[in-house]
Protein backbone atom coordinates (compact mmCIF):
# COMPACT_ATOMS: atom_id res chain seq x y z
CA UNK A 1 0.00 0.00 0.00
CA UNK A 2 0.99 3.37 -0.61
CA UNK A 3 -0.15 6.63 0.47
CA UNK A 4 0.03 10.40 -0.50
CA UNK A 5 -1.27 12.82 2.41
CA UNK A 6 -1.26 16.20 1.95
CA UNK A 7 -1.50 19.36 4.29
CA UNK A 8 -0.69 22.98 4.67
CA UNK A 9 -3.86 24.29 2.92
CA UNK A 10 -6.32 27.24 4.05
CA UNK A 11 -7.59 30.61 3.65
CA UNK A 12 -5.47 33.32 3.03
CA UNK A 13 -5.86 36.68 2.01
CA UNK A 14 -4.51 38.08 -1.91
CA UNK A 15 -0.96 38.84 -1.48
CA UNK A 16 -0.28 35.98 0.82
CA UNK A 17 1.65 32.43 1.35
CA UNK A 18 0.77 29.10 1.92
CA UNK A 19 2.95 25.96 1.97
CA UNK A 20 1.85 22.81 0.72
CA UNK A 21 2.94 19.36 1.68
CA UNK A 22 2.98 15.90 1.01
CA UNK A 23 4.30 13.16 2.29
CA UNK A 24 4.21 9.66 0.65
CA UNK A 25 4.23 6.46 3.14
CA UNK A 26 3.78 2.68 2.43
CA UNK A 27 6.05 -0.15 0.60
CA UNK A 28 8.50 2.07 -1.60
CA UNK A 29 10.82 1.06 -3.60
CA UNK A 30 11.07 4.50 -5.81
CA UNK A 31 9.77 7.95 -5.99
CA UNK A 32 10.32 9.17 -9.81
CA UNK A 33 8.02 12.64 -10.67
CA UNK A 34 6.10 13.76 -8.24
CA UNK A 35 3.70 17.05 -8.88
CA UNK A 36 0.75 19.16 -7.64
CA UNK A 37 -2.12 19.37 -9.45
CA UNK A 38 -5.13 21.84 -8.87
CA UNK A 39 -8.75 21.85 -9.70
CA UNK A 40 -10.82 24.67 -9.65
CA UNK A 41 -15.20 24.91 -9.30
CA UNK A 42 -16.02 24.01 -12.93
CA UNK A 43 -12.74 23.57 -14.35
CA UNK A 44 -10.58 21.05 -15.23
CA UNK A 45 -7.94 19.84 -13.20
CA UNK A 46 -4.39 21.12 -14.26
CA UNK A 47 -1.03 20.62 -13.47
CA UNK A 48 0.83 23.00 -11.60
CA UNK A 49 3.96 21.96 -10.85
CA UNK A 50 6.21 19.30 -11.01
CA UNK A 51 9.98 17.59 -10.38
CA UNK A 52 11.39 14.65 -11.48
CA UNK A 53 14.12 12.70 -9.86
CA UNK A 54 16.69 14.04 -11.80
CA UNK A 55 15.11 17.71 -10.28
CA UNK A 56 14.04 18.89 -13.73
CA UNK A 57 11.26 21.57 -12.83
CA UNK A 58 8.17 22.28 -14.69
CA UNK A 59 5.52 25.35 -13.72
CA UNK A 60 2.13 26.24 -15.32
CA UNK A 61 2.66 29.72 -17.02
CA UNK A 62 0.23 30.98 -14.45
CA UNK A 63 2.31 30.44 -11.08
CA UNK A 64 5.76 31.38 -12.58
CA UNK A 65 7.59 33.63 -10.37
CA UNK A 66 5.42 33.13 -7.54
CA UNK A 67 5.37 29.06 -6.66
CA UNK A 68 8.04 26.78 -5.98
CA UNK A 69 8.12 22.87 -6.24
CA UNK A 70 10.80 21.37 -3.76
CA UNK A 71 11.09 17.78 -2.80
CA UNK A 72 13.21 15.93 -0.22
CA UNK A 73 14.17 12.83 -0.29
CA UNK A 74 15.25 11.79 2.39
CA UNK A 75 11.52 12.65 3.42
CA UNK A 76 9.50 11.35 0.62
CA UNK A 77 8.17 14.54 0.60
CA UNK A 78 7.34 17.25 -1.75
CA UNK A 79 6.47 21.22 -1.08
CA UNK A 80 4.50 23.67 -2.78
CA UNK A 81 5.97 27.38 -1.98
CA UNK A 82 2.98 29.70 -3.31
CA UNK A 83 3.69 33.27 -2.60
CA UNK A 84 1.49 36.19 -4.34
CA UNK A 85 -1.30 33.96 -4.04
CA UNK A 86 -4.45 35.38 -6.03
CA UNK A 87 -8.00 34.57 -5.67
CA UNK A 88 -7.59 32.75 -9.06
CA UNK A 89 -5.56 30.04 -7.23
CA UNK A 90 -8.17 29.15 -5.45
CA UNK A 91 -8.73 25.07 -6.29
CA UNK A 92 -8.35 21.97 -4.42
CA UNK A 93 -4.53 21.07 -4.63
CA UNK A 94 -3.92 17.32 -5.39
CA UNK A 95 -0.64 15.32 -4.77
CA UNK A 96 0.78 13.09 -7.41
CA UNK A 97 3.43 11.00 -7.89
CA UNK A 98 4.61 8.47 -9.94
CA UNK A 99 6.45 5.28 -7.58
CA UNK A 100 7.40 1.90 -8.40
CA UNK A 101 6.42 -0.54 -5.13
CA UNK A 102 8.44 -3.04 -3.30
CA UNK A 103 7.96 -6.00 -5.79
CA UNK A 104 6.79 -4.51 -8.51
CA UNK A 105 9.35 -3.50 -11.86
CA UNK A 106 7.58 -0.48 -12.95
CA UNK A 107 5.73 2.68 -11.61
CA UNK A 108 2.24 3.38 -10.99
CA UNK A 109 0.76 6.86 -10.35
CA UNK A 110 -0.93 7.68 -7.29
CA UNK A 111 -3.01 10.92 -5.92
CA UNK A 112 -3.89 12.08 -2.56
CA UNK A 113 -6.80 13.47 -1.32
CA UNK A 114 -6.72 16.67 -2.13
CA UNK A 115 -6.47 19.93 -0.03
CA UNK A 116 -8.10 23.06 -0.05
CA UNK A 117 -6.95 26.61 -0.80
CA UNK A 118 -9.14 29.29 -0.65
CA UNK A 119 -7.49 32.84 -1.51
CA UNK A 120 -10.00 35.56 -0.55
CA UNK A 121 -9.36 39.63 -2.47
Known amino acids: QVHLVESGGGLVQAGGSLRLSCAVSGSIFNINAMGWYRQAPGKQRELVAS???????NYVDSVKGRFTISRDNAKNTVYLQMNSLKPEDTAVYYC??????WGLGYNNNYWGQGTQVTVSS
Open 96 to 101: NADIQP
Open 51 to 57: IRSDGRL
